[in-house]
């Protein structure tokens, strides 16, 4: 019994060549970029047969896709990476948002309770109509100001701290208070014009411990996370 073998396309068969490239092409996991250039790279070898169409370069771009690669070469090698270590790092200005760029920052606000004056994280009380959320936001706009813009994340608080009163303030009815923690991320771009309506420092999870006080940040670093 015999079998018949399919013959490959002879070398000049260009027709069989042009099928062949069609259906790789088509199977191909080629970027819109790769095909273009191929297909550019095709036109110019067209062109130096002297079998190029000039009517199928009208309304087509000068700009050739080995122009772009190169142009994008010469951009990227003149790219330099902006210092990692900025002028408030180097001064340690910690009042500045513009410092410790590889970890996230909190707010600090200096509130007074009592006769005490403490860093805290924001905190406002809450108002009888509010939600728990919705006293989150006045706290923002309370410390924040009009030129910095927050979002809250969840309606439900991700922490919670009790404390009680300093003994000069504190009552039968009235010896403590519960603080829920929100988490919201800055969504300002440009805080040239921001001016914070308390005295304010931005500091990093490991900075916590420099103003917090311990039974404060023990509660806090339970649901802090620096990541």
Not at 56 to 78: N, P
Request: glycine share 4%; with cysteine; aromatic share 8%.
């Amino acid at each position: 019994m015999e079998t018949a073998l399919p013959c490959p396309p002879a070398p000049g068969d260009s027709a069989s060549n042009s099928r062949l490239r069609k259906i790789e092409l088509e199977r191909s996991l080629y970027s819109d970029h790769e095909m273009r250039k191929l297909e550019e790279e095709e036109q110019l070898k067209k062109k130096m047969e002297s079998l190029y169409d000039e009517d199928e370069a009208r309304g087509k771009t000068v700009i050739m896709a080995q122009d772009l690669e190169e142009k994008w070469e010469q951009k990227f090698l003149r790219f330099k990476a902006a210092p990692r270590i900025t002028d408030a790092d180097k001064s340690n200005d910690r009042t500045s948002l513009n410092r410790k760029l590889d970890s996230n920052l909190m707010l600090l606000v200096k509130q007074k309770i009592g006769n005490q004056e403490l860093w805290l994280l924001p905190q406002v009380e809450w108002q009888p109509g509010e939600t728990l959320r919705s006293t989150a936001e006045r706290a923002m706009a309370m410390f924040l100001g009009d030129h910095i813009q927050a979002k809250v994340l969840g309606n439900a608080p991700f922490g919670i701290y009790k404390y009680k009163f300093p003994k000069a303030i504190r009552t039968e009815n009235n010896v403590g208070a519960k603080v829920f923690f929100f988490k919201a991320f800055l969504q300002s771009n440009d805080l040239s014009q921001a001016k914070l309506k308390a005295d304010h420092l931005w500091v990093t999870k490991k900075e916590l411990g420099d103003y917090l006080q311990s039974e404060y940040l023990k509660k806090v670093n339970r649901f802090l996370l620096d990541l």
